[in-house]
């Protein structure tokens, strides 16, 4: 800054008597200004390199159709040293009495942080003598030399009154974007027990920096998983929790995020380059009707447009967008909260005021299509109407930068509902109703109260049939094995009923040897396989759910032979060997014969 400016400045201060003639004087940090008296106030906390926009007006300032005045600027750092200031001066002709400035800067990157003081100076420097005398001798330049211009003369700011104001602001090393958490929602509002689910939910950054950050899932107060969120500026994100398999009953489910500079969101935000609309929807009772009163431009915001961004507006289009998606649940709500406090029944007549900005007619009749398909509203249309065309109109959309609500009060208070749609940021008027906040509003039909969930999982009827198991080809290795020997089981398993987890058991000789619960969905089939190793000889019957099959074990005789009994045998002797190998073989087959008899049984 120029020493010199800030040294007039500082003596200027104090040598001048603060008597000035200036009515009123207004200085806010602001991100976005318009016009006098609009702007978008922000809090005053900064990070390096954030440009900060301070927003001073002035009232009263015009004397003799003309004004001139100096703002001045002087910043202090937090151990009182001044470090920046600017001087801005604004004149004009005519009858205006009101007059801003903005002054624009950047922190930079070798301040300390802390809290810092702006004394910002609002000098009426008019020389109202010499601008009197300018406009008194205005005719004869006019006519004698044709001159039509009027010179706005200055006084110095030693000689003048002026207003001081004090205010201030912070630097941190880094201030975190705003982001809005909203829409959240289960994918299936009713699951079977053990099936997976998905929770929904929209981030939306509107901040000027990318937002990075962590959500945790909580499910009954547990943490289960999380998630990294990254997100552009100005951009919006859908991000997906899977909700794992949960047991029949009431379960809270709750996303929790690792960042300071997040909203929960139950109005929900509409992004307008470069303004986000996120003020609350105000109801007001008339007699036996509705004013409803949105200053968040769901109806023209949805298509992307407002007093911002002029042009024929464009409905958008795709799977998701986040101002249409937004606009339609959000005046979903608001139908349905309305239409039941006045008794509605059936279709729900809507028009659109004649009043009503003109491209508010395009974009309302495709949200209302919108609305229907979403939500199945019983929704007609009946196009623009006037005062004297409201007889068999239910719900009037009114969609105007400052609407005049005067004509359309007998209507309301005959039971009719008015939604006042504002067009723009800034509502100037205002009306004498009693307008109030409605918590059920956000609960009607879409719930918009935070993140937090409680849900129910349970059966839905047409699953609600227990698992029912076929079993089919029962399956053995071998049917004679040697003892210590493996034997592979194996089955097939059919689910004919619901779903759910069912013990599965195998016996051999009456005794449980396999015991597993296998979880099922309708219709699935699962192939089982095991295996049993026999201990001892003898027959073994395997059962599965009613169905059997017997296999052999036979035991390995190992004899101790000397030298002299392997000597050839003599012919009496392996003659009765032979005999008696017959009759045991005979006796076995018998044996065979008769188990299957038994088991035919």
Same mark, same amino acid.
């Given at each position: 800054?120029?020493?010199?400016?800030?040294?007039?400045?500082?003596?200027?201060?104090?040598?001048?008597?603060?008597?000035?003639?200036?009515?009123?004087?207004?200085?806010?940090?602001?991100?976005?200004?318009?016009?006098?008296?609009?702007? !978008?106030?922000?809090?005053?906390?900064?990070?390096?390199?954030?440009?900060?926009?301070?927003?001073?007006?002035?009232?009263?300032?015009?004397?003799?159709?003309?004004?001139?005045?100096?703002?001045?600027?002087?910043?202090?750092?937090?151990?009182? +040293?001044?470090?920046?200031?600017?001087?801005?001066?604004?004149?004009?002709?005519?009858?205006? &009495?009101?007059?801003?400035? !903005?002054?624009?800067?950047?922190?930079?990157?070798?301040?300390?942080?802390?809290? +810092?003081?702006?004394?910002?100076?609002?000098?009426?420097?008019?020389?109202?003598?010499?601008?009197?005398?300018?406009?008194?001798?205005?005719? =004869?330049?006019?006519?004698?030399?044709?001159?039509?211009?009027?010179?706005?003369?200055?006084?110095?700011?030693?000689?003048?009154?002026?207003?001081?104001?004090?205010?201030?602001?912070? !630097?941190?090393?880094?201030?975190?974007?705003?982001?809005?958490?909203? =829409?959240?929602?289960?994918?299936?509002?009713?699951?079977?027990?053990?099936?997976?689910?998905?929770?929904?939910?929209?981030?939306?950054?509107?901040?000027?920096?990318?937002?990075?950050?962590?959500?945790?899932?909580?499910?009954?107060?547990?943490?289960?998983?999380?998630?990294?969120?990254?997100?552009?500026?100005?951009?919006?994100?859908?991000?997906?929790?899977?909700?794992?398999?949960?047991?029949?009953?009431?379960?809270?489910?709750?996303?929790?995020?690792?960042?300071?500079?997040?909203?929960?969101?139950?109005?929900?935000?509409?992004?307008?380059?470069?303004?986000?609309?996120?003020?609350?929807?105000?109801?007001?009772?008339?007699?036996?009707?509705?004013?409803?009163?949105?200053?968040?431009?769901?109806?023209?915001?949805?298509?992307?447009?407002?007093?911002?961004?002029?042009?024929?507006?464009?409905?958008?289009?795709?799977?998701?967008?986040?101002?249409?998606?937004? @606009?339609?649940?959000?005046?979903?709500?608001?139908?349905?909260?309305?239409?039941?406090?006045?008794?509605?029944?059936?279709?729900?007549?809507?028009?659109? +005021?004649?009043?009503?900005?003109?491209?508010?007619?395009?974009?309302?009749?495709?949200?209302?299509?919108?609305?229907?398909?979403?939500?199945?509203?019983?929704?007609?249309?009946?196009?623009?109407?006037?005062?004297?065309?409201?007889? &068999?109109? =239910?719900?009037?959309?009114?969609?105007?930068?400052?609407?005049?609500?005067?004509?359309?009060?007998?209507?309301?208070?005959?039971?009719?509902?008015?939604?006042?749609?504002?067009?723009?940021?800034?509502?100037?008027?205002?009306?004498?109703?009693?307008?109030?906040?409605?918590? &059920?509003? +956000?609960?009607?039909?879409?719930?918009?109260?935070?993140?937090?969930?409680?849900?129910?999982?349970?059966?839905?009827?047409?699953?609600?049939?227990?698992?029912?198991?076929?079993?089919?080809?029962?399956?053995?290795?071998?049917?004679?094995?040697?003892?210590?020997?493996?034997?592979?089981?194996?089955?097939?398993?059919?689910?004919?009923?619901?779903?759910?987890?069912?013990?599965?058991?195998?016996?051999?000789? =009456?005794?449980?040897?396999?015991?597993?619960?296998?979880?099922?969905?309708?219709?699935?089939?699962?192939?089982?396989?095991?295996?049993?190793?026999?201990?001892?000889?003898?027959?073994?019957?395997?059962?599965?759910?009613?169905?059997?099959?017997?296999?052999?074990?036979?035991?390995?005789?190992?004899?101790?032979?000397?030298?002299?009994?392997?000597?050839?045998?003599?012919?009496?002797?392996?003659?009765?060997?032979?005999? @008696?190998?017959?009759?045991?073989? !005979?006796?076995?087959?018998?044996?065979?014969?008769?188990?299957?008899?038994?088991?035919?049984?």
């Amino acid at each position: 800054m120029n020493v010199r400016i800030l040294l007039s400045i500082l003596i200027a201060c104090f040598l001048s008597f603060p008597a000035s003639a200036i009515s009123e004087v207004n200085v806010k940090f602001v991100s976005y200004v318009k016009d006098f008296g609009l702007y !978008v106030e922000e809090k005053p906390l900064y990070g390096k390199n954030d440009e900060v926009k301070v927003y001073v007006d002035a009232k009263g300032v015009n004397h003799f159709r003309a004004y001139s005045v100096d703002f001045a600027f002087v910043i202090y750092d937090p151990e009182g +040293y001044p470090v920046l200031g600017a001087l801005e001066h604004k004149e004009g002709t005519g009858w205006e &009495d009101e007059v801003y400035a !903005v002054y624009t800067f950047k922190i930079p990157e070798n301040w300390i942080n802390g809290k +810092y003081k702006l004394d910002v100076y609002v000098f009426d420097v008019l020389n109202t003598t010499a601008t009197y005398q300018e406009y008194k001798s205005f005719v =004869d330049r006019l006519i004698e030399k044709g001159e039509a211009s009027i010179s706005v003369k200055e006084k110095s700011r030693k000689d003048v009154d002026y207003v001081k104001k004090t205010v201030y602001f912070t !630097v941190v090393d880094y201030v975190p974007p705003k982001v809005y958490l909203f =829409d959240s929602h289960l994918k299936a509002k009713e699951l079977p027990p053990g099936m997976n689910n998905s929770l929904i939910f929209t981030a939306f950054n509107s901040g000027e920096k990318p937002a990075k950050f962590y959500v945790w899932l909580y499910i009954d107060g547990k943490k289960v998983s999380k998630k990294k969120v990254e997100i552009g500026a100005k951009k919006y994100l859908r991000v997906e929790f899977e909700i794992p398999q949960l047991e029949v009953g009431k379960h809270r489910i709750e996303v929790v995020p690792e960042w300071n500079n997040v909203v929960y969101a139950k109005g929900l935000p509409i992004y307008v380059p470069p303004i986000v609309f996120d003020k609350p929807v105000l109801i007001s009772e008339i007699g036996k009707g509705f004013i409803v009163l949105s200053k968040n431009n769901y109806v023209l915001g949805s298509g992307g447009v407002s007093n911002e961004k002029q042009g024929n507006p464009s409905f958008p289009t795709g799977e998701y967008d986040m101002n249409r998606d937004n @606009a339609a649940k959000m005046i979903t709500n608001i139908l349905a909260y309305t239409w039941q406090k006045v008794n509605g029944k059936g279709d729900i007549d809507v028009a659109l +005021y004649i009043k009503s900005d003109d491209r508010a007619e395009k974009v309302l009749p495709e949200l209302l299509e919108y609305i229907s398909k979403i939500s199945g509203a019983p929704i007609k249309y009946k196009g623009v109407v006037s005062k004297d065309e409201l007889e &068999d109109v =239910d719900v009037l959309f009114y969609v105007s930068p400052h609407p005049d609500l005067s004509d359309l009060e007998e209507f309301v208070k005959k039971g009719g509902i008015l939604i006042v749609d504002v067009s723009t940021y800034w509502l100037q008027i205002s009306y004498p109703y009693d307008f109030r906040e409605v918590e &059920d509003l +956000y609960r009607s039909f879409f719930d918009f109260s935070s993140l937090n969930k409680t849900v129910f999982i349970k059966l839905v009827t047409e699953l609600k049939l227990p698992p029912e198991l076929k079993y089919e080809n029962l399956t053995l290795s071998d049917f004679l094995v040697n003892v210590g020997e493996e034997v592979k089981i194996s089955f097939d398993v059919k689910n004919v009923g619901g779903p759910g987890k069912v013990p599965i058991s195998v016996f051999v000789n =009456d005794e449980e040897v396999y015991n597993e619960t296998v979880e099922f969905f309708p219709n699935e089939q699962k192939h089982i396989e095991l295996t049993y190793v026999p201990q001892k000889e003898g027959a073994y019957k395997v059962t599965v759910d009613g169905i059997s099959k017997v296999f052999f074990a036979k035991e390995i005789k190992k004899e101790n032979v000397t030298a002299k009994e392997k000597a050839t045998p003599k012919p009496e002797m392996k003659r009765r060997e032979n005999a @008696a190998l017959v009759v045991a073989l !005979v006796g076995i087959l018998a044996v065979l014969i008769a188990i299957r008899l038994y088991l035919r049984k």
